[in-house]
């Protein structure tokens, strides 16, 4: 608990950063793919529950444009029961090797049940017999009853696996990012991006 890392691959400096933050993210997730960070695309993602307690998990960003970034998982899970209470949610990603954090938050809507079906189709088969059979969140017995569950959907749509109404993509749709870059000293960078109608305006936060 007492090793302490002084952070010293890079500086953040307002005048280097894109104007768009869309930009500035896909510039750090290359260099995070370039720096063999494992499962770069994983982000924690955190939603609000009805009591307003928050709960955090990790899913794999799956597309990212100039509407947002897109996941996928089951409508029916803890997760997806949050969204449908509570449409803000916040990404965060870790990339250790590099010193970098961002923070992302928004809005969650559904993507389209075509861009779902687009990418339920590209998925490998025994991934989505998991996800059609799975009730992702619920209690279950064992994991012999999981497995049985599975084989069942493998017996009945022996032919094709269609994509189940309850399982499909998410987009969070942004409108503040923060940029972090560890410095020396725990003189860490911050930089922020905040809507404002149609522009996007940077500010620089205190570590
Ligand atoms: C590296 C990694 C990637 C994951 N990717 C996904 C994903 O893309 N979609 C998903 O539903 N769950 C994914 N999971 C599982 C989730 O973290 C979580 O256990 C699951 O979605 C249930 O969360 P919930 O009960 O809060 O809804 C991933 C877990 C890890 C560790």
């Not at 993210?25 to 770069?40: G, M």
């Not at 994509?163 to 860490?188: D, I, K, N, S, T």
Request: proline fraction near 5%.
């Amino acid at each position: 608990m007492a090793e302490r890392l002084e952070y010293t691959r890079g500086r953040l400096s307002e005048h280097d950063v894109a104007k768009n933050p869309l930009d500035q993210f896909a510039h750090w997730l290359q260099d995070a793919i370039a720096d063999k960070v494992v499962e770069p695309t994983a982000m924690c993602l955190s939603t609000v529950g009805p009591d307003g307690k928050p709960s955090s998990r990790i899913v794999l960003l799956r597309g990212q444009d100039e509407f947002g970034f897109t996941f996928f998982t089951n409508y029916l899970s803890r997760k997806g029961q949050e969204i449908s209470g509570s449409q803000w949610g916040c990404l965060n990603f870790w990339w250790g090797s590099l010193e970098r954090q961002i923070r992302i938050e928004g809005s969650i809507e559904r993507v389209s049940p075509e861009e779902s079906d687009s990418y339920w189709r590209d998925r490998p088969y025994e991934s989505r017999l998991a996800s059609a059979a799975s009730p992702q969140s619920q209690v279950v017995e064992n994991r012999e009853e999981l497995v049985a569950m599975v084989e069942q959907v493998r017996i009945d749509r022996a032919d094709d696996v269609l994509r189940p109404a309850h399982w499909g993509g998410y987009r969070l749709v942004p409108e503040y990012f923060e940029f972090w870059q560890g410095g020396p000293a725990r003189l860490h960078d911050r930089l922020v991006y905040q809507r404002t109608a149609d522009q996007w305006t940077i500010k620089r936060l205190a570590p």
